[in-house]
């Protein structure tokens, strides 16, 4: 029987950084994975995969508007550039974890107590190992709806869309989330002809209304069909080469392949945590406090287990946290401007409050837009349908959210994100210098805007001339 003071379950984002931050501090570090490589899902099947996926997209849409060139029909060409970046992470990764003499298993963990795990290998030999503190980042996996038989050929699901050998002609994607418009924009653009359901009037329902009304007319306005406020009555492969598709309404949608996207669930099953006493939501999460510790004082739980934000980029830092509340170095909890971009086409990305929240705590706020076909480097780049929506408390004096939908908006919302956890003056983006030509001025003409809600604007001068122009002055 093995001993350490480490034992992380999973090497995806969150479980990678929790076993480098106990690595660093001098610890005895053993991470578990199931599958072949490191990484997770989000290196192999997901975050990186899906976004490389969408830069050859993004390319060949480029490409397509100046050279005219042909719609692809097969995806392995596509997928090379795809499984060059996951190798080349996974090498990342994989040398990351070497250099921090991180010892790495293979195979499936169950718990057997609150302290030891038993680990299966893929030759069925066995290890049980000790663990001062043990950390689950077991991810998550598609949810799959009971009555739609997913069988990853024609009805697919995100593990196993990229899997397809060719662009279909046609495809419905089921969700109105994150994969769902991801992955519906990106075959678009690639000529495959897509209608998204949604049982909501407006997919990404999460986001300020603005950016999912601009994602959607941007979606049709490239050839696509959203259909919203629809539930789904059946959905079954004719046995030849369609899927066809019967709504509650009574309509019917056929298409060569059918994308489920509805969302995914906590990967915790088999992993015997009834044999430790962590407590289990409804909704089967893992119930944690502000520092990803369970009510089993030495298990943590970071990543997807956990519920939203459900993002990469969070996960990696709840890892980090969990590690370092575990040996003593105590950091504040997680602040609520998290950022999140959104890799469709257009790109998204929000942070802090939206309208609608600012408006429900704050009462009166003001908003303003800054348009990227009013900033040179937006038809520079062709990203003229972009938009960036600044939102100030009714004093003009604070920045409260920053919505961007755009080319590089999950690149620009960094510095939104920064005025926000800095309390900085909306003022402050007018005063400052920005490069020119370049997307960041949109952050000027938006705070002029609002500037311009404040102070009388003078005769002969219109609200569009005091808010827009070369540079945004």
Known sequence: MDECDFLIIGSG????KAAVQGAKAG????LVESEPQVGGMCVHKGTIPSKALRESARRYQSAHRIFKTDTPTELAPLMKNVNRVVDAHDAYISAQLKRNNIQCIRGKAKFLSPHQVEITHPGRGITVVTARFIFIATGSRPRHPPDIEIDHEYVLDSDSILSMNYLPQSMIVLGGGVIACEYASVFLSLGTEVTLVDRFELPLGFLDQDLAENFVA???????????????????????????????????????????AQGRISAVNGLGIQSTGVNIT?????????????????????GDVIGPPSLASSSMEQGRRAACHAIGDEKSALDEAIPIGIF??????????????????HGRVLIGYAKFKEVARGLIAGSSEGMLKMIADDSGEYILGVHIVGEGAAELIHLGQMAILNRTQVEMFVEQVFNF????????????QIRGQLVSIPKGLKQDDATSGVGGA
């Open 218 to 260: 941007e979606f049709e306005s490239k050839g696509g069909t959203f259909v919203g406020r629809q539930n789904v009555r059946s959905a079954k492969f004719d046995g030849v080469a369609a899927v066809r598709l019967d709504l509650q309404d009574g309509t019917s949608l056929q298409s060569e392949k059918l994308l489920v």
């Open 27 to 30: 610890l005895n570090v053993v």
């Open 13 to 16: 984002p969150a479980g990678q």
């Open 344 to 361: 469709a086409i257009p790109e998204l990305a929000s942070v802090g409050l939206t309208e609608a929240a600012a408006i429900a705590k």
């Open 437 to 448: 030509p370049t997307l960041a001025e949109a952050y000027r003409v938006a705070a002029l």
């Open 282 to 302: 409804d909704l089967k999460l893992i119930e944690v406090n502000q520092y990803c510790q369970t009510n089993i004082p030495h298990i943590y739980a970071v």
